[in-house]
T-cell receptor, first 113, second 113 residues
Framework: DQQVKQNSPSLSVQEGRISILNCDYTNSMFDYFLWYKKYPAEGPTFLISISSIKDKNEDGRFTVFLNKSAKHLSLHIVPSQPGDSAVYFCAASGAGTASKLTFGTGTRLQVTL | DSGVTQTPKHLITATGQRVTLRCSPRSGDLSVYWYQQSLDQGLQFLIQYYNGEERAKGNILERFSAQQFPDLHSELNLSSLELGDSALYFC????????????FGQGTRLTVV
């Protein structure tokens, strides 16, 4: 049962344009959402997060939007840069000390020149 | 540098053997998670410890076990190894568990031959 889904396995965007990565979840108990970036053979790196009490969180070029009614979140990267090329994972967790991060399957972003 | 240290970085061993992967969390983090990533697939949650106690369990095989010690470092023990256990094993830590970002180590690449 895939509780966090990233339906696009890959995305190609031109440098300078906006990259939009999408994520859907099914578990209504999730109340904290995160995006991670991962390069090959490295550990995931935390990018940005959002609590369920918000619908937007911005950090520099990265903005995460949360639509709770649709159980959907998205990551916007503006402008996209070649160094952004990586695999992006969305993750979700609930409250409490026993709450693990549940990851999506990832979207491979390629930013072309 | 995430502050999470995993050793060893690489491990090659034969089928049927037993190995131990070690993780030192970020200073002050009480929660440790173990994830498995096979063949550039998603991150599969194995197990979580919080302040020395097991808190959540994922699809962890019975041949695998883990513990968190009083100094909060954690070990993942993999026994009776099979070829299919070859994967990247990541450890992550967070201050308290849910509703907070977790920071990942660089991973241990296990190759079973």
């Amino acid at each position: 049962d895939q509780q966090v889904k990233q339906n696009s396995p890959s995305l190609s965007v031109q440098e300078g344009r906006i990259s939009i990565l999408n994520c859907d979840y099914t578990n209504s108990m999730f109340d904290y959402f995160l995006w991670y970036k991962k390069y090959p053979a490295e550990g995931p790196t935390f990018l940005i997060s959002i609590s369920s009490i918000k619908d937007k969180n911005e950090d520099g070029r990265f903005t995460v939007f949360l639509n709770k009614s649709a159980k959907h979140l998205s990551l916007h990267i503006v402008p996209s840069q070649p160094g952004d090329s990586a695999v992006y994972f969305c993750a979700a967790s609930g409250a409490g000390t026993a709450s693990k991060l549940t990851f999506g399957t990832g979207t491979r972003l390629q930013v072309t020149l | 540098d995430s502050g999470v240290t995993q050793t060893p970085k690489h491990l090659i061993t034969a089928t049927g053997q037993r190995v131990t992967l070690r993780c030192s969390p970020r200073s002050g983090d009480l929660s440790v998670y173990w994830y498995q990533q096979s063949l550039d697939q998603g991150l599969q949650f194995l197990i979580q410890y919080y302040n020395g106690e097991e808190r959540a369990k994922g699809n962890i095989l019975e041949r695998f076990s883990a513990q968190q010690f009083p100094d909060l470092h954690s070990e993942l023990n993999l026994s009776s190894l099979e070829l299919g256990d070859s994967a990247l094993y990541f450890c992550a830590s967070s201050p308290r568990g849910g509703n907070t970002e977790a920071f990942f180590g660089q991973g241990t690449r296990l190759t079973v031959v």
